[in-house]
T-cell receptor, first 115, second 112 residues
Framework: DAGITQSPRHKVTETGTPVTLRCHQT?????MYWYRQDPGHGLRLIHY???????DKGEVSDGYSVSRSKTEDFLLTLESATSSQTSVYFC??????????????FGSGTRLTVV | AQSVTQLGSHVSVSEGALVLLRCNYS??????LFWYVQYPNQGLQLLLK??????LVKGINGFEAEFKKSETSFHLTKPSAHMSDAAEYFC??????????FGRGTQLTVWP
């Protein structure tokens, strides 16, 4: 979707190194989300944000941190990458917290491999 | 609390056959229900959604889903499968807290 961009699209990193993934939106949506997708687990919520500097944890937040200093950018940081964090990471945006109205718009994903 | 169960992680059909992907939900509040599709190496895109009103919801690419409160179900159907329908499909339930809860997905294979 042209309104949401994830970078990088692919990354290979070594165990123990810090990694930051970026989600950028041009829709001026308030809500942003980070999910990871793994075979057999579907999509699991890592962190989400309901406004600038307002973030909260999801179901699998251990080992991850986030920051949102501007409406358009939501950063996901792996402080010290581990092999269990090898996954595909998706960012999503929502126009409001009332997801029944709009649902989510997803980015194209970042494939992260930790070796 | 909200949760979603998708019955069958893999479904295979022949081209032209009926597609039926099953989704059951659990919700402590009136549910808002979604189906998303994911093509290989892409993100998820919205197929259809149920919020209020008509229980039979039509989406893109000829898909539709029916909300059945008594069965807590929101199954996805398409009368005639096409090769281009091969993808992974996710059912999701929304909460008023601004989050979606996803099922584990169903991989649809379409045979020629």
């Amino acid at each position: 979707d042209a309104g949401i961009t994830q970078s990088p699209r692919h990354k290979v990193t070594e165990t123990g190194t810090p990694v930051t993934l970026r989600c950028h939106q041009t829709e001026n949506h308030r809500y942003m989300y980070w999910y990871r997708q793994d075979p057999g687990h579907g999509l699991r919520l890592i962190h989400y944000s309901y406004g600038v500097k307002d973030t909260d944890k999801g179901e699998v937040s251990d080992g991850y941190s986030v920051s949102r200093s501007k409406t358009e950018d939501f950063l996901l940081t792996l402080e010290s990458a581990t092999s269990s964090q090898t996954s595909v990471y998706f960012c999503a945006i929502s126009e409001s917290g009332q997801t029944f109205n709009y649902g989510y718009t997803f980015g194209s994903g970042t494939r992260l491999t930790v070796v | 609390a909200q949760s979603v169960t998708q019955l069958g992680s893999h479904v295979s059909v022949s081209e032209g056959a009926l597609v039926l992907l099953r989704c059951n939900y659990s919700s402590s509040v009136p549910p808002y229900l979604f189906w998303y599709v994911q093509y290989p190496n892409q993100g998820l895109q919205l197929l259809l959604k149920y919020t209020t009103g008509a229980t039979l919801v039509k989406g893109i690419n000829g898909f539709e889903a029916e909300f059945k409160k008594s069965e807590t179900s929101f199954h996805l159907t398409k009368p005639s499968a096409h090769m281009s329908d091969a993808a992974e499909y996710f059912c999701a339930v929304g909460s008023t807290l601004g989050r979606l809860y996803f099922g584990r997905g169903t991989q649809l294979t379409v045979w020629p």
